[in-house]
């Protein structure tokens, strides 16, 4: 089985910073394609960030320039460094993996932006 846990949510105020961190743990043959989606309140989960094993990057357009997806294959980590928040940032975030073959999903951790 595979696990994924997140940390590093949590309140910031407009225009401030947080870094969510992703471990993958578990019987892990290969870890393809690593992502975080997010959902608010009364809305869809959407896809925020992905980035493949080689290291490409694919962001939605409200959060380029602002996110950044990053990845540890040897630690079997993934990170959103997330900067410049806005309060339509806030949402539950999960951590969303491709391993061996399966998709898997963190718990999710709550970003909370607001003044």
């Known amino acids: 089985q595979v696990q994924l846990v997140e940390s590093g949510g949590g309140s910031a105020q407009p225009g401030g910073s947080l870094r969510l961190s992703c471990a993958v743990s578990?019987?892990?043959?290969?870890?393809?394609?690593m992502g975080w989606y997010r959902q608010a309140p009364g809305k869809q989960r959407e896809l925020v960030a992905i980035?493949?094993?080689?290291?490409?990057?694919n962001l939605v357009d409200s959060v380029k320039g602002r996110f950044t997806i990053s990845r540890d294959n040897a630690k079997n980590m993934v990170y959103l460094q997330m900067n410049s928040l806005k309060p339509e940032d806030t949402a539950v975030y999960y951590c969303?993996?491709?391993?061996?073959?399966?998709?898997?999903w963190g718990q999710g951790t709550q970003v909370t932006v607001s003044s």
């Open positions: 980035i493949t094993r080689g290291g490409s990057t």
């Open positions: 969303n993996v491709r391993a061996n073959l399966q998709l898997y």
């Open positions: 578990g019987r892990i043959f290969v870890i393809g394609d």
